[in-house]
């Protein structure tokens, strides 16, 4: 890691159907975060639209970008206006009939880093994914950039203790979760509490586990579903950054859009893994049976 302190940027908003005013005013917030000293920053999963998944259209194709197009064009311009690290995330058509959901990384320069297409697709009500996405075919690789060594994961791949620990294998200096998440409405208070809890606990397990950072943006507001079927999906916002224990360094709130610059001491892995030397005293000689499906007794 380059820098010691790494000054992050984290961007929590609502989403409108317009790709232009999403656009627009992620830019005001990049050139207010840059201007305030961020070195790296991070958006929330999808953030040209809104949450699409709700249900399954196939005119909502249309909504997908080539690479090599406009979107990034002007994610690239953005970056290097500002002379940050941008992390993105786009709804990529890779060819007719196969789209991902894809993590793209611009450095300072507005160069593309890398990107990572989203490896866990879920299905569920109102998260109809995989009608939308092909598995990622990148692997879990880390992005180069000039601020270091970034572990891209995206929304559900945060539930996955193998992702970010292949990430954390392969050299990873810090693990970034674009996110979209929520609630639906008929969820209990009670219900809604475990569902966050959960979501944040599971993330700062893999702080800990792995020794990284943890950078978690998720969006917020609520956006009804188009189909009628549910009450549409509150997302929780809580965006948050935890150190390599899993100590939280901020959360955001779950309502409203946040913005905020927080300070990533990179030295405190390595100091971190010298006290708990996990990777030390894994027993990868024991660990083939991680790659079956389940262990039939």
Known sequence: MNRPILKTGIIQQRNSDSAA????????????LAADGAQLIVNQELHDSLY???????DLFDLAVDLDGEATEFYSALARETGVVLVTSLFERRAAGLYHNTAIVFDTDGSEAGRYRKMHIPDDPAYYEKFYFTPGDLGFKPIDTSVGRLGVLVC???WYPEAARLM?????????????????STDTPEEQARQR???????????????LPVVTVNRVGHEPDPSGATGGIQFWGSSFVAGPQGELLYRAGDTDEETAIIDIDMRRSELVRRWWPFLRDRRIDHYADLTKRFIDR
Do not use: M
Not at 21 to 27: E, G, L, M, P, V
Not at 52 to 58: G, I, K, L, P, W
């Open 21 to 32: 005013d999403n656009r627009s005013r992620i830019a005001e917030k990049v050139r207010l």
């Open 52 to 58: 699409f998944c709700q249900t399954e259209n196939t």
């Open 156 to 158: 559900w791949d945060q």
């Open 168 to 184: 954390a294998l392969a050299g990873a200096e810090i693990l970034i979760y674009p996110t979209a998440i929520g609630w639906e």
């Open 197 to 211: 809890e959960a979501w944040t606990t599971v993330q700062r397990g893999h702080a800990v586990a792995n020794g």
